[in-house]
């Protein structure tokens, strides 16, 4: 992978209020600041399906949150938890000799 500025990594990441270029995920209205990002991510139907929730609820998210994270420039992996079924680990390739913040 070449090496990349800050510059070139946080190019594409947003600030408040997000530009409406940011998603291009299909039949989503694009967040222009924190609170139309939370907005709509609560607005996902992510309760257990064996609780009354729906089928592909949590998949449909964690689908939202990777199309977001590759349009700031994240990188994402998919790591299957059960048939059908997956968690999403998003990260922010560092910077060379750039201090890490890890949690």
């Not at 089928?55 to 992996?77: C, I, P, V």
């Not at 968690?87 to 750039?98: D, F, H, K, Y």
């Amino acid at each position: 992978m070449p090496k990349r500025t800050r510059s070139e990594i946080f190019s594409n990441f947003p600030v408040h209020p997000f530009p409406l270029s940011v998603l291009s995920f299909p039949m989503v209205s694009h967040p222009t600041s924190c609170e139309a990002l939370l907005a709509r991510l609560v607005s996902f139907d992510t309760v257990n399906p064996h609780f009354g929730g729906e089928a592909d609820g949590q998949s449909r998210l964690a689908e939202y949150l990777e199309t977001l994270a590759a349009a700031w420039g994240m990188e994402s992996r998919r790591c299957p938890v059960a048939p059908g079924s997956f968690n999403l680990s998003v990260t922010l390739p560092p910077l060379e000799g750039a201090p890490w913040l890890l949690f």
